[in-house]
C-alpha cells in the first residue's frame, strides 16, 4: 500500500508540474481571481468569465406613492360596498312592511265578508 500512495504521489507531482509551467508559459496566474476581468468590448466567445450587460428589468417593488393611492381605492371600495349593504337593507326593510300590509289587508278583507 505505501508503494501506491508513492506511485500517486509521483503522478500528482508531474500533473502539478504540468499545470505550473504551463501557467509560467502563458503568463497567467495560477488562479483565475487574481486574473483582471475581461473587458465587456470583448466580442470573443471563448472569454466565458467577461462581465455581462445587465438586463433592464421592470421595477419590481412598488413605490410608497402607488401603495398609497392603492390604500385609498380599498377605502372608497369598502365605503361603497358598506353604502350599497345599508341601501340592501333599507330595501329588504320596505318590502317587509310592504308585505305587513298586503297580509293585513288581505286577512281585513277576509273578516269583512260575511
Same mark, same amino acid.
Given at each position: 500500500?505505501?508503494?501506491?500512495?508513492?506511485? &500517486?504521489?509521483?503522478? @500528482?507531482?508531474?500533473?502539478?508540474?504540468y499545470?505550473?509551467?504551463?501557467?509560467?508559459? +502563458?503568463?497567467?496566474?495560477?488562479?483565475?481571481? +487574481?486574473?483582471?476581468? !475581461?473587458?465587456?468590448?470583448?466580442?470573443?466567445?471563448?472569454? =466565458?468569465? *467577461?462581465?455581462?450587460?445587465?438586463? #433592464?428589468?421592470? &421595477? !419590481?417593488?412598488?413605490?410608497?406613492? !402607488?401603495?398609497?393611492?392603492?390604500?385609498? /381605492?380599498?377605502?372608497? @371600495?369598502?365605503? #361603497? +360596498?358598506?353604502? #350599497?349593504?345599508? @341601501?340592501?337593507?333599507?330595501? +329588504?326593510? *320596505?318590502?317587509?312592511? /310592504?308585505m305587513?300590509? =298586503?297580509?293585513?289587508?288581505?286577512?281585513?278583507?277576509?273578516?269583512?265578508?260575511?
Open positions: 500500500m505505501y508503494q501506491a500512495c508513492r506511485c &500517486q504521489d509521483h503522478i @500528482l507531482d508531474q500533473v502539478f508540474d499545470w505550473k509551467e504551463k501557467r509560467r508559459r +502563458l503568463q497567467k496566474p495560477a488562479l483565475r481571481r +487574481l486574473q483582471a476581468p !475581461t473587458p465587456e468590448s470583448d466580442n470573443n466567445p471563448f472569454l =466565458v468569465f *467577461r462581465m455581462r450587460a445587465k438586463p #433592464n428589468r421592470p &421595477q !419590481t417593488r412598488r413605490r410608497r406613492e !402607488t401603495q398609497e393611492e392603492s390604500m385609498e /381605492k380599498l377605502r372608497m @371600495l369598502r365605503h #361603497n +360596498l358598506e353604502a #350599497n349593504m345599508r @341601501l340592501a337593507s333599507m330595501v +329588504l326593510m *320596505r318590502e317587509k312592511k /310592504k305587513d300590509i =298586503v297580509v293585513r289587508a288581505g286577512a281585513r278583507r277576509v273578516a269583512v265578508r260575511p
